[in-house]
């Protein structure tokens, strides 16, 4: 009888651990998965060297820091497919997939182009400096071109539920 | 911030896991202590004097005269060791297992990048 009661509490800890792993597994964080659009209205595009995008949440604090984008060359002598690069920035900048473990809020993208004041700058507007209690640089470093756009997070659980953002930098 | 995020993560695995252990162990724990009560001797302090004592406390003369071997030793069970191994593979698992859901990868439409905490 003994015996029988010992293996039952093994049995109960066994099940009470079992249950507690798959728990925690079932309640993984989810994630929202959006697909960021990102044109350009407005010349001068040739002097566009690199973009930037820094995302921020609904309390005005940065996500995602300075992220540069990627550049997709198309063959010798056709224009660039995506990316953004001096003389051959297209209108349609190009796509990114952003993946953010926030299902609630909301996210503002920002993509900041830069000319060769960009480098100088570090490529941080003065509008950012500021808001990170820094002075304004001098001379001022501004963007070429800035876009903004905002979507909501919501889970992600399948195709229809990638949320499109548009920026369009002017 | 990617660095900070899996930092985070880890640290509530951590934590998750040692509630775990502790619920587990707490429920185990009784098993063991109720062996004891069930097989062992009643407690005799060697100090009291009785009305039969001689030049030698009564609980001491126990003292040395005993030795009970350990009777039905818990780690002889078999469920003991199937616990055991169960709960090391059950930790290795959730350590290396990630929990968080991923986001799927990529097509060449996203030129600009695939990034993001959900992946």
């Not at chain 1, 700058?121 to 209690?133: N, P, S």
């Not at chain 2, 090391?88 to 990630?98: D, L, M, N, Q, S």
Request: one cysteine or more.
């Amino acid at each position: 009888m003994r015996s029988f009661t010992q293996f039952s509490k093994g049995l109960l800890a066994t099940g009470m651990l079992a249950a507690s792993l798959v728990g925690i597994g079932g309640c993984g964080p989810d994630y929202a998965l959006f697909k960021v659009n990102v044109t350009s209205s407005t010349s001068p595009r040739t002097q566009i060297e690199e973009c930037f995008m820094s995302i921020k949440d609904e309390k005005d604090k940065l996500v995602l820091d300075r992220y540069e984008f990627h550049k997709v060359y198309g063959a010798a002598g056709e224009p660039m497919i995506q990316g953004c690069e001096g003389g051959l920035t297209t209108d349609r900048i190009g796509s990114l997939s952003y993946s953010s473990s926030r299902t609630s809020g909301t996210l503002t993208f920002r993509v900041n182009a830069w000319d060769n004041n960009g480098t100088r700058c570090g490529h941080i507007a003065d509008d950012e400096r500021v808001a990170q209690g820094d002075q304004p640089a001098s001379p001022p470093c501004v963007p070429l071109q800035t876009g903004n756009g905002s979507a909501t997070p919501k889970t992600y659980n399948g195709p229809n539920d990638e949320i499109p953002v548009s920026v369009t930098i002017k | 911030m990617l660095s900070v995020m899996t930092r985070a993560t880890l640290l509530t695995r951590v934590i998750s896991l040692s509630v775990i252990a502790t619920l587990f162990f707490t429920v185990v724990q009784p098993a063991w202590a109720e062996d004891e009560e069930e097989g062992g001797p009643a407690f005799k302090d060697p100090t009291i004097v009785t009305d039969d004592s001689s030049s030698v406390p009564a609980g001491v003369k126990d003292i040395g005269k005993e030795k009970k071997p350990i009777v039905n030793p818990v780690y002889e069970e078999w469920w003991f060791w199937a616990t055991a191994i169960g709960v090391a593979g059950a930790v290795i698992a959730a350590t290396v297992i990630p929990f968080q859901k991923k986001a799927p990868g990529c097509g060449s439409q996203y030129g600009l990048g695939c990034i993001g905490d959900g992946r």
